[in-house]
């Protein structure tokens, strides 16, 4: 059965800085129309765009716990475009990632930062990308508290524990030694496609998509 889509505004869905395209499929079943990112759900693509943070993290874990009910043999498209954000609502993120059954393939469009960074170097191994103009950061979590000494001791020490935890990671995921992580997130560390490729933060740079013979 063949089907014909085209894109049209609608006005009432908003996205952050502007509205949603809506696709409508025609078929000999009439219309049915979605918005943009729910279309694109149907082919396992999920978007991580913006900072990072609880409530975003929630939409993406469960978008991937649906795709993994839908069909747990069937690679996840993950496009990440964020400048990084909560270190508990990524990393909510990134062990849904790790647990379910299907790959999870990471790509990185604009830029992948500081938790955007860590959840790219956490897809399937050999299947992490990213477009040729895209941007990657890495650095050491952020962090700030107020209050009695004491407290402020407890939360210096669970930011230390909470770097050791996200460089041991990183340095699985890129191959590179523990010492070498914590050297280069000491400050923030910007790199290239190409560079993020050679690290380990990825594993090819897209240029063109390839299509099938």
Sequence with gaps: MSRNSYIQQNSDIQAAGGLVPMVVEQSARGERAYDIYSRLLKERIIFLVGPVEDYMANLVAAQLLFLEA?????DIHLYINSPGGSVTAG????????????????ICIGQ????GAFLLAGGAPGKRHCLPNSRMMIHQ??????GQASDIDIHAKEILNIRHRLNSLLAHHTG???ETIERDTERDNFMSAERAAEYGLIDSVFSKRQMPA
């Design 70 to 74: 839908e069909n747990p043999d069937k």
């Design 91 to 106: 990393m909510s993120i990134y062990d849904t990632m790790q647990f379910i059954k299907p790959d999870v393939s990471t």
């Design 112 to 115: 992948a930062c500081s938790m």
């Design 141 to 146: 979590p952020l962090g700030g508290f107020q």
């Design 176 to 178: 590179q030694s523990l």
